[in-house]
């Protein structure tokens, strides 16, 4: 599968930005999809990410209440809805695809190339 991150931009804090990550190849219902980021000097570290289906989600401590991950698999997306972003949320963040149901960042096996988020005054 191909995935295609788009949406970053510079935003300001308490701003709002929605990610999203277009796939192609084989049924995107197939894969459990994921967000990550990645800030200069820092590793790669997992947001959020959501089940085959939709129904089950996770998210890192830091943007839980903030950030809502979705699916739409008709049309072969995910989003990454970001609400009240905060400074620290500044990154490069990617999608990924992983056809195991559970699992980390090295369970993932397709990596798009990444959307730069930026949030400053």
């Known amino acids: 599968v191909q995935l295609q991150a788009s949406g970053g931009g510079l935003v300001q804090p308490g701003d709002s930005l929605r990610l999203s990550c277009a796939a192609s190849?084989?049924?995107?219902?197939?894969?459990?999809m994921g967000w990550f980021r990645q800030s200069p000097g820092k590793e790669r570290e997992f947001v959020a990410a959501?089940?085959?289906?939709?129904?089950?989600?996770q998210y890192a401590d830091s943007v839980k209440g903030r950030f809502t991950i979705s699916r739409d698999n008709a049309k072969n997306t995910v989003y990454l809805q970001m609400n009240s972003l905060k400074p620290e949320d500044t990154a490069v963040y990617y999608c990924?695809?992983?056809?195991?149901?559970?699992?980390?960042?090295?369970?993932?096996?397709?990596w798009g190339q990444g959307t730069q988020v930026t949030v400053s005054s």
């Open positions: 990924a695809a992983s056809v195991s149901l559970y699992g980390g960042l090295s369970s993932y096996e397709f």
């Open positions: 190849g084989r049924a995107f219902s197939s894969y459990r």
């Open positions: 959501i089940s085959r289906g939709g129904v089950g989600s």
